[in-house]
């Protein structure tokens, strides 16, 4: 058993390395769903087997100790040498490769279950949600609001609540599926939504903005208009850079664009059934669906709602808009 776990332990470790490298396109959810499968067998296995072994063993050195004593006592000696006990914990100890399997099992199965099916962090890695979020914040995604879906498979099992208009919502890039975006939902299926001129419409209604206090980006060394924006009730705030221009360059071929119109002043599209259309708050510095197109269902990862840590601005911490 020793040789066969740790080729397995060897396996898991070099499916991580490679994806660490960037040798592989790795899946943490099937690497933990892996890792849950395998710790599981050994826990089993330890329960059932392993364990009751070890303790049929200590069942049968105490048998001996009291007879051997027993034997002895006979023969008229009272007094024997030889403590048993710390025998009996070594022959009940867990060996190595149980310890890092079976051992690992209630510790990876519960993080498992927790990312999968309740919440799982991230990490915001670019500027494009500022000022709403800013790069190095570590968020929660609720996961089971928009419906839970089975780990790896990603089918969904429950209805939930469709995304809403306003939303922050992690999901899966569609051009590459293996990345995790954060964006803003800003048309839902039936939508037709307009950017121009930097005024966001949605169908035909001009969305309600207000300019505040310019923001000052600390990576950048420089101030950028701001203003809060409303969409669907909820007020957000956003940046525009007066340096950028209003059309969009450089947009994709992407599936569905011929519902898409572009122009010198911006971009309309029609929303299809069962897709998003989706924002970055830093609007001139976003890569978003003006650019990669509309974000399927089926590729929805969840809602962020909280920020619980940013080591660089203890401040942050706390849910937003």
């Avoid at 050994?42 to 048998?63: C, G, I």
């Avoid at 800013?134 to 990603?154: A, Q």
């Avoid at 929805?300 to 937003?320: D, E, H, T, Y």
Wanted: some cysteine.
């Amino acid at each position: 058993m020793q040789l066969v776990t740790s080729a397995i332990l060897a396996a898991l470790a070099l499916y991580a390395g490679s994806w660490y490298f960037g040798l592989i396109e790795g899946n943490f959810a099937l690497l933990l769903f892996m890792a849950s499968v395998v710790t599981g067998v050994y826990w089993l296995a330890e329960r059932f087997y392993f364990l009751p072994q070890r303790q049929k063993t200590v069942a049968l050195l105490e048998a001996n100790d009291v007879q051997r004593r027993a034997e002895l006592e006979k023969l008229g000696i009272a007094q024997v040498d030889g403590d048993i006990s710390e025998a009996k914990v070594r022959l009940l100890m867990q060996p190595w490769w149980l310890d890092w399997t079976a051992g690992l099992f209630p510790v990876i199965i519960a993080v498992f279950v927790l990312r999968s099916f309740l919440f799982e962090p991230f990490k915001i890695p670019s500027g494009s949600m500022i000022p709403t979020l800013l790069v190095g914040d570590l968020i929660l995604v609720n996961k089971f609001t928009y419906g839970l879906r089975l780990p790896v498979l990603n089918t969904k099992i429950t209805a939930g609540t469709p995304p809403q208009r306003g939303d922050v919502m992690v999901f899966r890039y569609p051009p590459k599926p293996s990345l995790d975006y954060i964006k803003r939902v800003v048309g839902v299926p039936g939508d037709t939504v307009a950017y121009l001129n930097k005024r966001l419409t949605i169908n035909g209604q001009v969305q309600p903005v207000s300019a505040v206090p310019e923001f000052f980006d600390e990576d950048a060394m420089r101030y950028f208009k701001q203003f809060e924006e409303t969409l669907n009730g909820h007020k957000h705030r956003m940046l525009n850079d007066d340096d950028r221009p209003a059309f969009v360059p450089g947009a994709d071929q992407f599936a569905g664009r011929e519902a898409c119109s572009y122009t010198v002043e911006g971009v309309t599209c029609k929303v299809p059934a069962g897709h998003y259309f989706m924002m970055g708050d830093n609007r001139d510095n976003s890569l978003d669906s003006r650019y990669w197109g509309f974000v399927p269902e089926e590729n929805i990862v969840g809602k962020a709602i909280f920020v619980w840590m940013n080591f660089g601005n203890l401040k942050r911490i706390g849910s937003f808009n």
